[in-house]
């Protein structure tokens, strides 16, 4: 392609996907659409500014003598795939691996699903979509039969007179979301919000609820238990459209405003007075995010809210975060799943896949590791190579010391990066990639709409797109007759076949009706079909119409405050970095605005323990400790510590943090973390200084 003047594209940064006109000199304009309505966020503003920024890997790198070096794509491309294969010979297909990202257009993460089937051979393929959606994506499938995040257009929201909104601080991660919030309120949504911290997204909220963090499993049960004690619920709904309320009520039995107040730091009356505000909506939305879901009960604590919805006759929906959540989980880079959102496990699915392929369905691996699960069998030795493609995996994940050390003793590990990331600096095989201005595709946000990215320029010289560089690595790995495409758009239409059928149906929606500007939601299974905003409006997508109540008894975080770890850390966003700060620690002004990783300490806390505002502190849990200055908030409750996860170094927050799983989804324990709190001393505020 050539370089353009400008073209319509959408941000790369959070799963809103604003409309933007992007200029090849990189200054960025925002376009009218529905999602953002002529309106861009800091993030989307300032995104331009990655191109032609002078940290752009321009060469590809080989380790040497155990340092990175600069090479030929010839070379670096032999290395890499010699590597794959000795592991193959020596260990068997499996020990290799790929680990893909959400912020990846649905083309890439198409293609980085059937590079590890086809080209490597391998189960393992998985992505830190894993660390996001993965409770929220479970439970939905579980209860109602399909995942499609927030289930609705945007513009619905002024619909509801009442939305519950737990664990999103929208404000900072979902930035042009909060208009179409603030439209509702002025219309006259009431909110609950529930949020250990009062955040600005707590602003717009009627209550606000202040719970403990790891505890919203116990409000949602309680909160069910509350309103089928004053008979509120709606039977007429639930004997029409659903299955299952006896089973959900018999796990709620005794969670009463008293006991949930106990275990969520909350006093009764706020408990009753959510379940009388819900109980009062003519039409109430319950929306999540990821502080809800983000621990190792989270797809008991989104199931406990869905539960909640269907009691109530109510509508639910779910705040996906990285900029391809949704599709980046629909087209095949998940260890149990295939394109179109298929099960690897069903013969059916697995049918339709290889049919597509042009491959026998034996030839298919079955289920591998989820992302975490790839981590701990690289430590062990079972899995030797690592294929990592858009993200970030060292500083991202739980327990980041171990993952480090890890990552970095493997036998082979390849990253295709536009930057040097932690991860990428413990490589063997670094290749220049691109950014998503530079080569076209599309993504799917968090409305369940697909949108058109279009590329502005070609890769700076010396790197290559990334659809180019994996399919030349599937050709020197013997694969060339699986990858063979000219273009995204090919790529696509094929990504179109394999979805024809299946539940996250993108067959009707090509490439020109996108182009021409239509507002397509899937699934849309032909080209006269106009799209499905609203999944749910008469039936759930279970074979029989009917969504699922579950059962979801309460059970603790997998570690609680103790003695000599007394207080609760939660982790989370802020607005002016995205993800772990790849990015967006390189761009000056967002640089300027937020330069380093603050501790929101509530101001009684810090009193007690001696902490000025700007003092350094070191907090510690079991795994690890890390040093911050201290940012004085009243808006965080006394008993809990929140740190950006945007850092990586010894001052990535994900070090501290439990990797327990969630025993579905396979979720890590982010957003609840027991630790303690202790002064630095000024000399050791010098040494902490200098490094």
């Known amino acids: 392609m050539e370089t353009l003047l400008s073209t319509p594209t959408h941000c790369c940064f959070c799963a809103m996907q604003c409309a933007m006109q992007l200029h090849a000199d990189g200054t960025v304009k925002p376009l009218p659409h529905p999602i953002n309505e002529g ?3 800091v993030l989307g503003l300032t995104s331009g500014e990655l191109l032609g920024h002078t940290d752009r890997l321009r060469t590809p790198l080989v380790r040497k003598g155990g340092r990175l070096e600069s090479t030929s794509w010839e070379e670096a491309l032999e290395v890499a795939v010699r590597g794959f294969q000795r592991v193959a010979t020596e260990h068997g297909r499996s020990a290799n691996a790929v680990y893909g990202g959400a912020s990846l257009s649905n083309e890439k993460a198409y293609l980085l699903g059937k590079f590890a089937r086809l080209a490597l051979g391998t189960p393992h393929v998985d992505y830190n979509g894993r660390y996001c959606m993965s409770a929220a994506a479970a439970a939905q499938n579980r209860a109602l039969g399909l995942d499609r995040g927030l289930n609705r257009p945007l513009a619905d929201l002024p619909q509801y007179d009442v939305i519950l909104l737990v664990g999103s601080n929208a ?4 930035p042009m979301l909060m208009p179409h919030l603030q439209r509702a309120r002025e219309g006259g949504t009431r909110f609950i ?3 250990p911290r ?9 209550l606000h609820l202040a719970v403990r963090p790891g505890t919203d499993l116990a409000l949602a049960n309680s909160l069910l238990y509350l309103l089928a004690k004053e008979q509120r619920l709606n039977h007429s709904f639930i004997a029409e459209r659903t299955r299952g309320l006896e089973e959900a009520l018999s796990a709620v039995q005794g969670c009463t405003a008293a006991w949930a107040a106990e275990v969520c730091g909350l006093m009764p009356y706020e408990v009753e007075q959510t379940a009388l505000l819900l109980a009062s909506a003519r039409k109430a939305l319950v929306l999540t995010g990821r502080g ?13 809210f869905i539960n909640l919805a269907l009691a109530l006759g109510a509508e639910f929906g779910t705040l996906t975060g990285q900029a391809n959540g949704q599709g980046g989980r629909e087209m095949g880079q998940k260890a149990d799943q295939l394109p179109g959102y298929r099960n690897i496990e069903d013969p059916a699915d697995r049918q339709a896949i290889a049919r597509v392929w042009g491959v026998e369905p034996e030839q298919l691996p079955g289920k591998g590791y989820s992302a975490f699960e790839m981590l701990q069998a690289v430590a062990r030795g079972e899995i030797r190579g690592l294929l990592v493609m858009g993200s970030n995996p060292i500083p991202s994940s739980p327990h980041s010391d171990w993952v480090r050390e890890a990552l970095a003793h493997m036998e082979h590990l390849v990253v295709i990066d536009s930057f040097l990331s932690e991860t990428a600096r413990h490589a063997r095989v670094v290749l220049p990639g691109a950014l998503w201005s ?3 595709g599309t993504t799917t946000n968090l409305e369940g709409r697909v949108v058109l990215r279009r590329a502005v320029r070609l890769p700076p010289t010396g790197a290559r797109g990334d659809q180019e560089i994996l399919c030349a690595l599937a050709a020197g790995l013997g694969a060339k007759q699986h990858f063979s495409y000219g273009s995204p758009k090919e790529v696509y239409n094929e990504l179109r076949r394999a979805t024809q059928g299946a539940r996250a149906d993108y067959n009707g929606i090509t490439w020109e009706r996108l182009e021409a500007g239509e507002e397509l939601f899937w699934p849309c299974p032909s080209e006269d079909h106009p799209g499905t905003p609203r999944p749910f409006t008469e039936r759930f997508a279970h074979p029989d119409g009917r969504a699922r109540f579950s059962p979801t008894p309460f059970r603790p975080s997998a570690e609680e405050p103790t003695a000599g770890y007394p207080l609760y850390l939660t982790t989370g966003r802020v607005l002016y970095h995205y993800l772990t700060g790849n990015h967006t620690r390189r761009l000056g002004r967002l640089l300027k605005k937020y330069p380093e990783p603050l501790l929101e300490v509530h101001p009684e806390t810090a009193q007690r323990l001696g902490l000025a505002e700007g003092d350094w502190a070191e907090v510690s849990s079991r795994r690890a400790s890390a040093r911050f200055r201290v940012k004085h908030s009243p808006k965080i409750r006394p008993d ?3 740190v950006p996860f945007h850092w990586d170094g010894q001052q990535a927050i994900n070090r501290l943090v439990n990797p327990a799983l969630d025993p579905i989804c ?6 609840v973390t027991a630790v303690s709190l202790t002064p630095v001393t000024q000399a050791e505020t010098i040494a902490v200084t200098a490094d």
């Not at 404000?171 to 979902?174: G, H, R, T």
């Not at 009062?198 to 009627?206: D, G, N, P």
């Not at 396979?666 to 957003?671: A, N």
């Open 39 to 41: 309106k861009l966020c």
């Open 171 to 174: 404000a900072e991660c979902l």
């Open 193 to 195: 919000v529930v949020d």
């Open 666 to 671: 396979r979720m890590p324990e982010f957003k």
């Open 198 to 206: 009062r955040t600005i997204t707590a602003s717009l909220a009627a």
């Open 292 to 304: 809800a879901d983000q621990n190792s009960r989270g797809v008991a604590t989104s199931l406990a």
């Open 640 to 642: 809990t510590l929140f």
């Open 438 to 440: 530079e080569e076209d």
